[in-house]
C-alpha cells in the first residue's frame, strides 16, 4: 500500500502570503496518477490538481503544483481569504487502487 | 452541468445494512467511474470501491470488500453503495465522486449523505 504523508499537519499564514504544502509518497507515484483537493468544513472535496500539476476547470491560476516520483508540492502564490480550508493529496497505484494523505489544514494567522 | 445528487442522512442499529444512492445527471452515467469516499467525523477521506456503470464491474478496497456492495441502475442514471455489518465506527459522511478518465482525479462529488450507526 502506498502511504502518503502530508507536511505540515497545520499551517498558519496570513492572506496575501504564500503557501506550500508537502505530499510525499512511501513508493514512487506515477504523475499522472497525482491530484489535490481543496475541503471546506461541511463541503465535498474539491478537485484542484490532477495529473500532478493539471489545475482543474476553474481552479485559479494562484494554484500550482509540482513534482514527480515520491515528492509532491502544492502551491498558493497569494492567499485569499477562500483558500483556507483543509488540502489533500491523493495518488491511484496498486491495492487499495486510491489512497489520500491525512490533509494539511491551511488556518489563517 | 454536471450534478451529483446522493440520498439523504441515515440512523441504522450496529449490525444493520445501508444502502446510499447517488443520481447523475448532467453527462453520460455509463462513461465515467463512480467511485465512494468516506469521511469519519474530523477525519480524512478514505476510498471505498468503485465501479463502472456500463460494465458495472467493481474494484472494493481490501478493507470493506467483504461488506460492500457497488451496483447502478443505468435507466435512470444511479449508482448504489451498500454497506452490511454495520460498526459504530461505520459513523461518517459518504461520498459519490466521478472519476476522470485517465488520471486519478474525482471532479465532481455528490453532497455527502451522513450515516450515523447507533443502538
Known amino acids: 500500500e502506498i502511504v502518503l504523508t502530508q507536511s505540515p499537519g497545520t499551517l498558519s499564514l496570513s492572506p496575501g502570503e504564500r503557501a506550500t504544502l508537502s505530499c510525499r509518497a512511501s513508493?514512487?507515484?506515477?504523475?499522472?496518477?497525482l491530484a489535490w483537493y481543496q475541503q471546506k468544513p461541511g463541503q465535498a472535496p474539491r478537485l484542484l490538481i490532477y495529473?500532478?500539476?493539471s489545475r482543474a476547470t476553474g481552479i485559479p491560476d494562484r494554484f500550482s503544483a509540482s513534482g514527480s516520483g515520491t515528492d509532491f508540492t502544492l502551491t498558493i502564490s497569494r492567499l485569499e481569504s477562500e483558500d483556507f480550508a483543509v488540502y489533500y493529496c491523493?495518488?491511484?497505484?496498486?491495492?487499495?487502487?486510491?489512497?489520500f494523505g491525512q490533509g494539511t489544514k491551511l488556518e489563517i494567522k | 452541468q454536471v450534478q451529483l445528487v446522493q440520498s439523504g442522512a441515515e440512523v441504522k442499529k450496529p449490525g444493520a445494512s445501508v444502502k446510499v444512492s447517488c443520481k447523475a445527471s448532467g453527462y453520460t452515467f455509463t462513461g465515467y467511474y463512480m467511485h465512494w469516499v468516506r469521511q469519519a467525523p474530523g477525519q480524512g477521506l478514505q476510498w471505498m470501491g468503485r465501479?463502472?456503470?456500463?460494465?458495472?464491474?467493481?474494484d472494493y478496497a481490501q478493507k470493506f470488500q467483504d461488506r460492500v456492495t457497488m451496483s447502478r441502475d443505468t435507466s435512470i442514471s444511479t449508482a448504489y453503495m451498500e454497506l452490511s455489518s454495520l460498526r459504530s465506527d461505520d459513523t461518517a459522511v459518504y461520498y459519490c465522486a466521478r472519476g476522470m478518465g485517465g488520471t486519478s482525479g474525482f471532479d465532481y462529488w455528490g453532497q455527502g449523505t451522513l450515516v450515523t450507526v447507533s443502538s
Open positions: 513508493q514512487s507515484v506515477s504523475s499522472s496518477y
Open positions: 465501479m463502472h456503470p456500463n460494465s458495472g464491474g467493481t
Open positions: 491523493q495518488q491511484y497505484g496498486s491495492s487499495p487502487l486510491y489512497t
Open positions: 495529473g500532478a500539476s
